[in-house]
């Protein structure tokens, strides 16, 4: 999958785009994953998921990126994690979408096996994205998903990559004991999912496994598989209080969303704890988001048309 599959709707939304408009955006695709992309030749020994996060800091050292804040959704969820753990130094916060830090189970592997026998591959990715309630009620999403994977992606890239996925190694992340040397991220994190996502159970595990003081678990109430596609809103409201957290945009105005919340008269209390925090002023900061994973190009960059003073925007494909 690339960074059209499921991110347009968000970084295209207006209230994304009040936040963006304070960093530069860089989107990385995986290998192989960008529309219209050539197929490998035959015998070509895809990269595992390691290698694909081994990559990053060259990406980020090409455009001269000495930090970044990233958001990545399921495999790129889980290379960013990994990135983050290899490289602490380089990551200020993650927002992980769908994240599954286990190594496929043998149970896992086996209905993957099944399922690659049995369902074409649009089908078989599908079923990874959407929820069965999701995909019954939402199906002009899923049918234009499903199109994109079909008209769109090279099948063959596509399937090297989910094969490099479904072969991942344990993150093996614990949770923080006094007086024990465990491995976790040390940056702040934002772990989300939708209440009725196929990934609920392993983000929750994911989220007893890292230190509860940096980590916020955000399940997201009538929401599939994909937040950042069907609540866009929301989800760019959380990504605001978790940036504000860590001592970016300050003054930033409220957004759409939370103005029509307050002359409704209802209150927002999610990531109390992201608001509390101390902030910092953003004069000098000019850190840079980077995102890795997928976003579905519904519609063109809005970022880069017109005259509006969008933010610096750059698509990499590794």
């Known amino acids: 999958m690339n960074h ?7 970084f295209n939304s207006e209230d994304m785009q009040e936040i963006t408009q304070h960093f530069a955006v860089c989107h990385v695709d995986a290998p192989g994953q960008q529309d219209g992309a050539a197929s490998f030749p035959v015998g070509y020994m895809y990269p595992s998921m390691d290698q694909l996060a081994e990559m990053l800091p060259g990406v980020l050292h090409q455009f001269g990126l000495k930090s970044v804040i990233g958001m990545g959704t399921g495999a790129g969820a889980y290379i960013l994690t990994r990135f983050a753990l290899d490289n602490p130094e380089m990551v200020e916060g993650l927002v992980l979408i ?14 993957s096996k099944i399922s690659g026998w049995t369902q074409a591959l649009p089908d078989m990715v599908v079923s990874h ?52 040397h465990t491995v976790t991220l040390q940056c702040p994190a934002l772990l989300v999912v939708g209440d009725s996502s196929p990934a609920v159970d392993a983000v929750v595990e994911c989220n007893s496994k890292l230190d509860p003081t940096k980590t916020t678990l955000l399940k997201m109430a ?14 760019a409201e959380a990504f605001k209080y978790f940036v504000q957290g860590m001592g970016y945009m300050p003054s930033a105005s409220m957004t759409r969303l939370m103005r029509s919340r307050t002359a409704s008269g209802s209150s927002v209390t999610s990531l109390e704890g992201a608001r509390s925090r101390s902030h910092t002023s953003e004069g000098a900061r000019s850190r840079s988001h980077t995102s890795e994973g997928a976003r579905l190009d519904i519609t063109p960059n809005s970022g880069a048309t017109g005259n509006n003073a969008g933010p610096k925007s750059m698509e990499v494909s590794c």
């Open 222 to 235: 009538d929401c599939g598989g994909l937040p950042q596609i069907s609540q866009p809103a929301k989800l």
């Open 98 to 111: 769908n994240v599954n830090p286990c190594a496929e189970g043998w149970m896992d592997w086996a209905a």
């Open 4 to 10: 059209k599959t499921c991110y347009n709707p968000l």
């Open 129 to 180: 994205l959407f929820g069965k309630e999701e995909m019954q009620n939402n199906v002009e999403v899923v049918h234009t998903y499903r199109q994109h994977i079909v008209n769109d992606l090279n099948p063959g890239n596509l399937h090297l990559f989910i094969n490099a996925y479904n072969s991942r190694r344990d993150l093996e992340i614990e949770r923080p004991m006094p007086g024990a």
